[in-house]
């Protein structure tokens, strides 16, 4: 039998007559279709500016230098997430601390969140900025951190790379509420052009900063020139960026998978909607859902519920592999890494992202797979759980 990978990307003809396309243009790089794409997502996610880079994690380094980060700053995220929405303050030469989760959610806690502002307010550790991520691609509680936000005084950097086209009280993610939210475009993502990302913002100053980071510092607008100009060929770096760029080809490509964002997303929430009904008898706690929002469906996470089977995720997760069932963990608590053991930060320190992340599974879950399929993943976990 076939294996069931977690996530596989869907390539249409379509897709690859985009990127033929530009392989025959004048113009692989630094040419129009990126600047096509950037308005095409900043429409279909109401949001004044995008600036595309090569992926997330520069995406969040950039958002970050971009929002003032810096040496001395104290940037807080969620232990559940990818590394990446840590890593992005420690690339500035900030400090990093967590939040711990809402066990429901699986969202960084408001409640936990204004506990440790009311603890830090008196001290002067406030945070100048804080990321909450929308794990599996649920949008975290946006209103009342935006309210904390503007009590506190810190900047709201959203890391929504699992919810491209997700939306929040009737409006996508990235329209309101945060300073800045990020997308990832890597091969597992909603959308993907292998690897990519993009910094969403309503701040135009901020989205200039952003595309002058992603290439240097260097501006070629004259408006801009600190000096005057000598001539045609010249250009200023005015500020110590990066090459962050994208590239024609990759724009193409999520470009044109953009057009069929609503339908993917439809399918992967029908998906979603049929695990619910055929896992409801297991002992599991299935992903939440919220009325006033509505998933991108990135990941379809399960809990494997002890009060129920004395079955432990190691012993499940391995059953399911073992028939070729590409199962998954999202995410190992950031703050168990080596890395940031190292950096001072230990087990038990936020108990709530540690039980989640050992019984939590991540089933297959992407816009072609089959009920055919699906029924195989249920029957499996049904029968190692029984
Ligand atoms: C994938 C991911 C990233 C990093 O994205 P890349 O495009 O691979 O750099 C950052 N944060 C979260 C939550 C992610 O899932």
Known sequence: MDSIPYSRQEITEADIAAVSAVLRSELVTQGPVVQRFEQAFAQRHAVAHAVAVSNATSALHLACLALGV???????????????SANCALYCGATVDFVDIDPLTRNLSVDRLRDKLEDA?????????????????????LRELRALADRYGFKLLEDASHATGASYLGAPVASAWADATVFSFHA??????????MVATNDAALAQRVRSLRSHGITRDEAEFEF????????EQQTLGVNARITELQAALVLSQLGRLDDMQARREALAERYDTLLAKLPLLLPPRRDDRRSAWHLYA?????????????????????????????????????????????????????????????????????????????????????
Do not use: M
């Open 70 to 84: 810096g040496p001395g700053s104290r940037v807080w995220t969620s232990p559940i997430s990818f590394v990446a």
């Open 121 to 141: 307010e008196p001290r002067g550790e406030l945070p100048d900025v804080v990321i909450p991520v929308d794990f599996a691609g649920l949008p975290c509680d």
């Open 188 to 197: 597992v993502k909603i959308l993907t052009c292998a690897e990519g990302g």
């Open 228 to 235: 005057a100009s000598p001539g045609a060929w010249y250009y």
């Open 302 to 386: 399960v809990e494997i519920d002890a009060a129920r089977t004395p079955v432990r995720r190691e012993a499940a997760f391995a059953a399911l592999r073992e028939a070729g069932i590409g199962v998954n963990v999202h995410y190992i608590p950031i703050h168990t890494q080596p890395y940031y053991q190292r950096l001072g930060f230990a087990r038990g320190d936020f108990p709530a992202a540690e039980r989640y992340y050992a019984r939590t599974l991540s089933l297959p879950l992407f816009p072609a797979l089959t009920h055919e399929q699906q029924d195989r993943v249920v029957s499996v976990l049904g029968s190692v759980l029984a």
